[in-house]
């Protein structure tokens, strides 16, 4: 099957007529932005082949923000070498026709020869459903949908078996399934399909089993741990008798009070060493300040004797700071008068400098004023020039948006025009008497034209009551006569009359317009930023020009000026030698102040110092704390003999530290106390579980127990060998039935091979049941559908429909295949595949592409249509 043409009108974001021919036999791209339509017209094609015409679950297929519309698909197609037509009109005023070659087919038996002829199922009621869509649903991809293919090949399972069965001459059906599946529900009565796991009969009987184990189990550990017990209570009890003779917590608590005691003598010596401490380091205190006071009476005579021989070296620096200021003073004086000779000359020299500069910019703007005199005289010319065009042009604009929806208004209603013409029944006529046409008197001869029901009287003859013969000639008279609404509408828009007067009146406009911007860029030339901007620059140049005469006016004589840069290069060496030479005497001035200061901050220390010392006072209390050095120092050296000696009788003391030996044993007396009460505890805990189990009869619900093990044995041993033979016998007829399928299969198989080396090499893919595609084998290693990546699972949806749509094409049904965005998750290596795969196929089959990337797709070798610009078409 090989689509021709698509027309849509009134169709979702459609509101008009899109009309889509020319359609290739292989490859056909169609491209475009988010929501431009490729969705739509994909859906379009699915609605008009696959949805019940008479669905009421179909208005969301009305033209958006027109409730009233009227959706109609229309589709042209070869069949087996035979044109056919097919159209459809869903909502309201429903209708369906199927034309192949000269046979017509109108409503539910057109659905019917679809249905039969496509591969799928009309739904009973509602939408159409997805297990419903057959071949279609497989080959025909919606957005989104690519990765999906297990379920619609489920769905068209039945159609590709079909096909197989064709091909290869063998059934897949046969009776071993039958035989394979009675086995298989047997054997699932013991054992799940998926794990093996048991159920049913098995599971309960290895339950039982299990449960009456872990009874016996229980049992036998309770008749041991009777046994144990036994033995433990006698070895308690031994115990506890010999430890109630001996009674070792009274030797501990003995030792305790002991220990206490002489931890009570150790800590009243170390309460003694402390004092002695403490009366050591008073005494110590009092002697380092005697000592740090007679210190600093040495320190203060040797510093008197230091600052007497500072004081004259400062008073010797003085004297000759003030000779070298001097001279610093009289240098400065004599640099400052060449410092102003050489800066006159340089004033002198910078006045002929500028002289020159002015001069040469009056000429400089002499010569731009003329320029722009000239300059404005040229684009006054060029701006008259200009706005006499627009205004010509303006007279005459026309709308070029609405000029081409007038052209295809008037391509449209010459079509409609001459359709309703060939649709309206006309009645030629030559009449020698006179005849009525609905009571109004026809004479001569004439053409009648009947668009609706007319009665025409014939006198005594009787009368004649023509109906036309087409059904829809109301609605293309009511669509003609909107045309022709909205193309007056446009006409007086544009305030032409026809068609050929608005084109003529572009065309003049169009020429206008070349001649403003032609003067506009003349313009542009002489008056970039317009003739203010050059009036504005003209009287600035005027304005500098005069300024400069003055500045030049104002200059002195300048004859005797020196070159400029010996005149700066003798006033910056002048300079310099001011600036060294006050920067001498600033030296010279500093070093006099700070030796004067020196001099005189030395001399006032020194007086104070020296009247310190001889201070009467002073003296008595430095002779008073040189005598308590010598006292203080016997007394410390007395206490430090005592501590040591203490601190010595301590350490001997501590060294079996008696505190921790009282808390060690009165916590041993403690622990043996516990000991026995537990000991005394778990002998009457031993004896009350002993008369427990005695008195339960163990022994013969033990021998009750192994009876029933035995016999739930036997019956697990018994299921489990049924389960064992089922599983065998399943596998022996499932090799046997597979190995016929294979061969069944092998087209099928042969096609994916085909394709998928494309892009996975030595590779396989493996069938389920339904023909869907189940496993994909690689280097050795079987994975899922779903454990591959999205990207992977779109393009093996791609490669697998290709090869589905052979194998139905080998069986002699039509194929047709439509891709809407198909290869959005690949990436550039694979989808260069999937072109060549597509290429490839496109040699069999009609395949129409939508992807709105159209620059990952300009490589195919087939031209790219845009929704776009087939909507502006129409």
């Known amino acids: 099957m090989k689509l021709q043409s ?86 309201t005023r429903q209708r369906c026709e199927l034309k192949i070659g000269q046979a017509v087919f109108g409503e539910d038996e057109a659905e019917d020869k679809l249905a039969a002829l496509l591969g799928f199922s009309r739904a009973a009621r509602g939408p159409l459903k997805a297990e419903n869509a057959g071949v279609p649903g497989l080959l025909w991809v919606q957005q989104g949908g690519t990765h999906e293919v297990r379920d619609s090949t489920g769905h068209a399972a039945q159609y590709l078996r079909d096909a197989l069965s064709q091909l290869s001459g063998g059934s897949e059906s046969a009776g071993e399934d039958a035989l394979i599946a009675a086995v298989q529900r047997e054997l699932r009565q013991l054992l799940t399909a998926r794990t093996q796991k048991s159920t049913g009969p098995l599971a309960e009987a290895e339950t039982t089993l299990a449960a009456l184990i872990a009874e016996r189990d229980e049992l036998e550990q309770q008749r041991q741990q009777f046994d144990e017990n036994i033995t433990r209570l006698a070895s308690q009890q031994q115990a506890y008798d010999d430890t109630q003779r001996k009674r070792p917590w009274e030797l501990h608590e003995q030792k305790a009070v002991l220990a206490q005691q002489r931890a009570d003598a150790a800590a009243e010596l170390e309460r003694s060493v402390q004092g002695l401490a403490q009366s ?22 040797a510093a008197v004797a230091r600052e007497r021989q500072q004081l004259d070296a400062a008073r010797a620096n003085v004297a000759a700071a003030q000779t070298e200021h001097a001279q610093a003073a009289s240098g400065v004086a004599q640099f400052e008068q060449a410092s102003v000779d050489a800066s006159r000359a340089l004033e002198l020299a910078n006045a002929a400098v500028t002289a020159a500069d002015l001069r040469s910019q009056i000429g400089f703007y002499r010569t731009e004023s003329e320029r722009l005199e000239a300059a404005i005289a040229a684009a006054g010319k060029a701006n008259d020039a200009l706005l006499e065009a627009a205004r010509e042009a303006a007279a005459v604009e026309v709308d070029e948006a609405k000029l081409k929806r007038l052209a295809a208004l008037n391509g449209e209603l ?46 005594d003859l009787g009368e004649l009551r023509v109906i036309p013969g087409v059904s829809d000639l109301s609605a293309q008279l009511s669509e003609l006569a909107s045309l022709e609404a909205r193309h007056a509408q446009l006409l007086q828009a544009l305030g032409v009359a026809s068609l050929g007067e608005a084109e003529a009146r572009y065309e003049q406009w169009k020429t206008l317009t070349a001649q403003q911007k032609s003067q ?61 030479a ?139 060998l049924r389960a064992s033979a089922l599983s065998l016998l399943d596998e022996v007829l499932v090799d046997e039935r597979d190995a016929a399928v294979a061969q069944l299969r092998a087209p099928l198989t042969e096609r994916l091979g085909h394709y998928l080396k494309r892009i996975f090499p030595q590779s396989t893919i493996a069938l389920s049941d339904d023909l869907s595609p189940a496993t994909l084998d690689r280097h050795g290693r079987a994975d899922t559908l779903d454990a ?78 845009a929704i776009e610009d087939l909507k502006v078409a129409a």
């Open 582 to 720: 006050r920067k001498v005497l600033a030296q010279a001035a500093e070093k006099r102040s700070t030796g004067i200061a020196t001099a005189e901050s030395l001399a006032a220390q020194l007086q104070r110092k020296e009247a310190q010392l001889s201070d009467e006072a002073y003296c008595r209390n430095r002779a008073q704390w040189q005598t308590k050095i010598v006292e203080q120092r016997v007394q410390v050296d007395a206490l430090r003999r005592q501590r040591e000696g203490r601190e010595r009788e301590l350490e001997a003391v501590r060294l079996d530290d008696p505190a921790a030996e009282a808390k060690r044993y009165r916590a041993s007396a403690e622990l043996a106390r516990n000991e026995q009460h537990e000991r005394q505890v778990r002998i009457a805990h031993l004896r009350s579980q002993l008369e427990t189990i005695g008195a339960s009869g163990l022994g013969e619900r033990l021998a009750a127990l192994d009876a029933q093990v035995e016999q739930a044995t036997r019956r697990k041993d018994e299921l489990s």
């Open 280 to 301: 050591l380091q008073v005494s110590e205190a009092e002697l380092a300040l005697s000592l740090q006071q007679e210190q600093g009476a040495a320190e203060l005579e």
């Open 520 to 580: 506009a860029k003349i313009l542009d030339v002489h008056a970039p930023q317009g003739i203010d901007a050059l009036r504005a620059a003209l009287a600035s140049a005027a304005a500098r020009l005069q300024a400069s005469n003055d500045r030049l006016a104002g200059l002195p004589d300048v004859s005797a000026a020196a070159p400029l840069d010996a005149a700066r290069r003798n006033a910056e060496i002048a300079r310099d030698a001011l600036e060294a």
């Open 6 to 91: 698509i027309a849509i009108q009134e169709f979702k974001q459609f509101t008009g007529r899109l009309v889509i021919d020319d359609l290739q036999p292989g490859l056909n791209l169609f491209t475009g932005p988010n929501e431009a339509g490729k969705s739509t017209v994909a859906e379009a094609v699915r609605a008009v082949f696959l949805e019940r015409y008479k669905a009421s679950h179909l208005k969301d297929l009305l033209p958006w923000g027109k409730a009233s519309g009227q959706p109609s698909v229309e589709v042209s197609f070869e069949l087996d070498g035979a044109q056919c037509r097919l159209s459809k009109q869903f909502v």
């Open 788 to 865: 591959l990546s999205f990207g992977t699972r779109e393009q093996l949806g791609i490669l697998t429909r290709l090869a589905y749509a052979d194998l139905l094409k080998a069986s002699g049904r039509p194929t047709l295949l439509m891709l809407d965005d198909a290869a959005v998750h690949t990436d550039a290596a694979r989808r260069d595949a999937i072109k060549r795969a597509l290429i490839d196929a496109a040699t069999r089959h009609q395949i129409l592409v939508f992807t709105c990337h159209p620059e990952l797709w300009d490589d195919l070798g087939v031209r790219q249509r």
């Open 414 to 459: 010459t079509v409609l025009r001459a359709r309703t013409e060939a649709a309206m029944t006309r009645i030629e006529y030559r009449l020698n008497g006179a005849l009525t046409v609905d009571g109004a008197p026809v004479t001569g001869e004439g053409v009648l034209r009947v668009d609706d029901e007319k009665l025409i009287g014939l006198g």
